[in-house]
């Protein structure tokens, strides 16, 4: 069973339009899709859950796609028991055809998907396997992103230690993703390391194609009585920009 820090839910996050108001947050550096992964690198997402890469770098999948990277999506736990934003937990199993049609909505061609099968609820005394499980999966040259390691969700945070560790193992380039720290997080937080912030614009296309494809995950959408992902938790992760902590 997925445990979660106390401030995902104790804690209310910000609204577009706060974000929009924080004078700050125009000062974060733009970066681009071929800045992060440069021409012959390839990018390896490390997702907690398997819709968590398109939740968190769908738009930059998709530009990565137009620029023709190679891709492999790396999904940690089965998603067998995954805890909603609502008040019950609900049961979620995304499918490997969902992954692959999802990818195909990005319009990613050159792209893998590997599944570790760790269960829901990472232990910490399982780390260390799935650092070295990641290890044997990443290269030197690639640019690895994961979740950020204090996200606030204790899957999150297992997944982005254990892949952080594995590329001072590989020698790859780590870039972590904040994703449910979206649901806490409030402009001007000192808990985030904003000075690592890079802000990655997305064009109406862009966006277009992270939502596209975040609807070929129907089992996190529905029809469970109380949906994973309910439309304000989907407002803060559709919008013009993605942030990556380099």
């Known amino acids: 069973m997925t445990t979660l820090n106390t401030r995902t839910l104790e804690e ?33 997402i490390i997702a907690p859950h398997s819709d968590d890469e398109i939740l968190g770098c769908g738009g930059l999948l998709a530009q990565l796609a ?9 999904s940690v736990t089965r998603g067998e028991y995954k805890q909603g934003l609502g008040s019950q ?12 049609e999802a990818s195909r909505r990005l319009c990613l061609e050159s ?5 570790l099968d760790f269960s829901d609820g990472i232990a910490s005394n399982e780390e260390q396997r799935l650092s070295e499980q990641l290890a044997a999966l990443i290269k030197s040259t690639d640019t690895v992103f994961t979740a950020w390691r204090e ?8 997944t982005g230690r254990a892949a952080s560790f594995a ?11 904040p994703l449910w720290a979206w649901q806490w997080l409030r402009p001007g937080d000192d808990r985030f390391p904003w000075e ?11 966006l277009a194609a992270k939502r596209y494809a975040v609807e070929a995950f129907n089992t996190a959408n529905g029809p469970a009585p109380e949906p994973i992902l309910p439309s304000h938790v989907l407002s803060r992760l559709f919008r013009p920009w993605e942030i990556f902590l380099v």
């Open 151 to 158: 996200d606030g969700h204790a899957d999150h945070e297992a």
């Open 66 to 74: 137009e620029l023709g990277r190679k891709v492999l999506l790396v």
């Open 196 to 206: 690592r912030a890079r802000r990655l614009p997305l064009d109406e296309s862009s």
């Open 12 to 44: 209310k996050s910000a609204s577009a339009q706060e974000w929009a108001a924080w004078p700050r947050f125009a000062g974060i550096p733009e970066v681009d899709a071929n800045h992060l992964v440069p021409p012959g690198r390839r990018a390896v």
């Open 89 to 100: 937990p609900v049961f979620h199993v995304p499918t490997l055809p969902e992954s692959r």
């Open 111 to 115: 792209v893998d998907i590997c599944r």
């Open 167 to 177: 590329c001072v193992v590989t020698g790859a380039r780590c870039i972590e993703v």
